[in-house]
């Protein structure tokens, strides 16, 4: 019979896993060794457990296919389980494999043992142990319970000496995600009423929008009923920006420009809108709200108004929207359209000087449409989600549901993994690029063709500001001493640093990254200052 780690490497080939991101330990060996044997199957050694996650992660938003990723026993789990996290907030199916005490140590006290099940519960959807005998049985079934709704990571245990015992035959198939049910027809022919007597009606589309593959149903009920539309974050690209009933990203760069429109509206009409990435309550008028997702809607009914909370296949929900025949609603678009101008304007980079909005748009200047930007938390994360402009919502990557610091880097090197033919790059600060900058040892590693783009301002920009707008002095922030004789280096791990300090040498170090097959980093330097009219403006 087949050995353990045998049959868990070609059931993943079955499944159609294609990588594991992980640090190896000495239990992990034996499935290495089983994973070289399988054709399309491989393992990529990572710097940081918790760039797994943030790599697993993205191949499933890039490709539709579960990845995974490993950490061994005590530390190596404790650091996977931020990439972990990060999956289960921003909604993205993995397996999570982790060493484990065999049955007879498990409970004892032993070197790097911890209790893995119970680290792993809160920020997974299932956590189990593999058995011999059971090994498809259980990848069947976390493979079912990754991919249905609501999506997320599920983690694995691996006994020690586990691997090499032998495994039962099984005859299991398997299994399907669940499908999700239409809603009650109920409850969708009260949405359709609430959405046809509202006068100005307002949408705001989340994640969901973009795993149910609603965007062209999306533009359609738009265009016809003249209906502005806000975004999550994350749901960037579902709406082109210069559509004329595109209203905005909430919670990003000028959000109260944003909040002048969707606080005119008489009903909030939430599609694919999770809760994760920013609670209704932070933004919407006190109108009355339909939500319409695949789950229940979270919100304070002892404040806000719950008229229809549709939970059900996104697609037959909105059929039923499309289908209504009750004419354009009483929106201005043409005073959308000049405050959606005054906003852009304000985003418009200043001339004479370089900062983050330069950046950016040299940046977007370069890159093809199809190309694809992951970027980091912070500050310039706050330009990017409202100033980017995201021809589709595989091309802007970011993570606001978990929103850790170091996503970047990780994201960068797996998108490029799953799109090789596409151009990569990646727009990370100097705190997020400190947490991964091991990581450029595995882009060289792997020849990853991918430009880096490190905006270098000494700080965490974003609390400074937060200090600043709460009245403080600028404390625990400064990140390196940029004005006592910082200076670049010219390589790391091997990739080539280029600098710039204005326009005339981005614009070149820009032209000659893009030029280069492997990896790349741009080093800009930018005042912090430059954000501080642009961020954290408030929802209302």
Same mark, same amino acid.
């Given at each position: ?54 790599m697993a992660d993205v191949c499933w938003r890039l490709t539709g296919s579960v990845a995974a990723c490993f950490g061994t026993f005590g530390p190596g789990a404790c650091n996977q389980t931020t990439g972990v996290c990060g999956g289960y907030l921003d909604r993205s199916p993995m397996l999570a494999f982790s060493d484990e005490m065999n049955d007879q140590m498990l409970h004892r006290t032993s070197q790097m043992n911890i209790d893995h099940q119970t680290l792993f519960k809160p920020i997974t959807k299932w956590s189990t ?58 409850? $969708?022919?009260?949405?359709? +009423? @609430?959405? /046809? &007597?509202?006068?100005?009606? %307002?949408?705001? !589309? ?82 009355? $709200?339909?939500?319409?997702? +695949? @789950?229940? /809607? &979270?919100?304070?009914?002892? %404040?806000?108004? !719950? ?234």
């Open positions: 019979m087949a050995a353990v780690a045998q049959v868990m490497a070609k059931t993943l080939k079955e499944l159609g896993v294609k990588y594991i991101f992980g640090v190896p330990s000495g239990n992990w060996v034996d499935y290495m060794a089983a994973i070289d044997e399988v054709d399309g199957l491989e393992f990529i050694l990572i710097s940081n457990e918790g760039s797994g996650g943030f142990r593999i058995a011999a005998g059971k090994v498809k049985e259980t990848l069947y079934k976390a493979m079912q319970i990754a991919t249905s709704e609501v999506p997320g990571p599920v983690h694995i245990g691996l006994p020690a000496g586990i691997g090499v015992n032998e495994s039962g035959g099984e005859t299991i198939k398997p299994l399907n995600p669940d499908k999700i049910p239409a809603a009650d027809v109920t409850v $969708l022919n009260k949405m359709a +009423t @609430a959405f /046809a &007597d509202a006068k100005k009606p %307002i949408i705001a !589309l989340g994640i969901t929008s973009i795993r149910a593959d609603v965007r062209a149903m999306i533009i359609k009920i738009i265009e016809k009923f003249d209906v502005p539309v806000v975004l999550t974050p994350m749901a960037k690209g579902m709406v082109p920006e210069n559509h004329p009933c595109y209203a905005g990203v909430l919670a990003h760069a000028l959000s109260n420009l944003v909040g002048v429109t969707h606080q005119q509206a008489d009903l909030v009409v939430g599609i694919g809108y999770d809760p994760v990435e920013l609670n209704y309550e932070d933004w919407m008028p006190k109108v009355p $709200l339909v939500h319409i997702d +695949t @789950a229940p /809607a &979270d919100l304070d009914t002892k %404040i806000y108004t !719950l008229d229809c909370d549709i939970a059900g296949n996104l697609k037959h929900s909105l059929k039923i929207l499309m289908a209504l025949d009750c004419g354009k609603k009483e929106w201005d678009l043409k005073e959308l359209a000049v405050r959606k101008e005054k906003m852009f304007y304000q985003l418009t980079a200043p001339k004479g000087k370089f900062g983050p909005l330069n950046v950016l748009d040299g940046l977007r200047a370069i890159l093809p449409e199809d190309g694809i930007m992951t970027c980091d938390v912070g500050a310039h994360l706050h330009l990017i989600g409202q100033h980017w402009q995201t021809y589709s919502p595989e091309c802007q990557l970011m993570t606001n549901g978990c929103s850790s610091m170091g996503f970047a880097i990780p994201a960068a090197i797996a998108a490029k993994l799953s799109c090789p033919e596409r151009k990569v790059c990646c727009v990370v600060g100097d705190g997020g690029f400190y947490m991964m900058a091991g990581e450029m040892a595995t882009a060289m590693r792997l020849g990853a063709g991918i430009v880096f783009i490190l905006m270098t301002d000494a700080h965490l920009s974003l609390i400074s500001i937060k200090q600043e707008k709460k009245g403080h002095d600028r404390y625990g922030t400064q990140l390196h001493n940029a004005a006592g004789g910082y200076k670049s280096m010219d390589t790391l791990f091997g990739v080539p640093v280029f600098t710039a300090r204005n326009a005339e040498e981005y614009d070149q170090a820009l032209k000659n990254a893009f030029a280069a097959d492997s990896p790349v980093i741009v080093e800009v330097f930018i005042n912090t200052k430059d954000y501080e009219e642009l961020v954290l403006k408030g929802n209302k």
